[in-house]
């Protein structure tokens, strides 16, 4: 009997996506050119890293990642969070095993939830660099002409 229920548990949990996917994901951030730094903002204790690099988060946090480079403009990328084919497979098998307590988890979790895009991968540009100024140099005064004597008339 202990072996039969135990089955039974065996085959609830297996369509639940928070056992078979995790409520974790890793996100990859990569940049052009290297050697950014990625601040990641909405887990659980923010973090930074230089690309390329992979961290990992909750698959309900709402996640913004800003990616910065000295002489490079910042850019910023909300991800969005989708279901996914898997994730909407095993949230759909909770309705023949995990009933409504695996539905109410998976929901809680995020775990039939992807961040999108992943991996985020950013091409940042350059800041415009400012000619130098023109420097403007003063015309140089035209030389005045001497004065013309009128001529002497005789009296």
């Known amino acids: 009997m202990r072996l039969f229920f135990s089955a039974m548990l065996c085959i609830a949990l297996g369509g639940c996506a928070s056992v078979t996917r995790g409520t974790t994901e ?7 050119p290297s ?3 990625a601040d990641v903002a909405g887990l659980e204790v923010p973090t930074t890293c230089v690309t390329p690099c992979v961290v990992q988060a909750k698959r309900n946090a709402d996640i913004v990642v ?9 850019q910023v990328i909300p991800l969005t969070k ?6 909407g497979a095993g949230f759909a098998g909770n309705l023949l095993l995990g009933g409504i307590v695996g539905m109410g988890v998976d929901a809680a979790t995020g775990a039939a ?3 999108k895009p992943n991996p985020v991968i950013v091409t940042l ?5 400012a000619p130098p100024p023109v420097r403007r140099v003063p015309p140089r005064p035209r030389p005045v002409p001497p004065p013309v004597a ?3 008339t005789g009296t």
Do not use: Y
């Open 150 to 152: 009128a001529p002497r």
């Open 26 to 32: 890793s996100i990859s951030i990569a940049s052009t």
């Open 66 to 74: 800003t990616v910065s480079k000295e002489g490079f403009e910042p």
């Open 125 to 129: 540009q350059p800041i415009p660099v």
């Open 35 to 37: 050697g950014a730094v």
């Open 82 to 87: 989708d279901i996914s084919g898997s994730g």
């Open 113 to 115: 939830m992807d961040h």
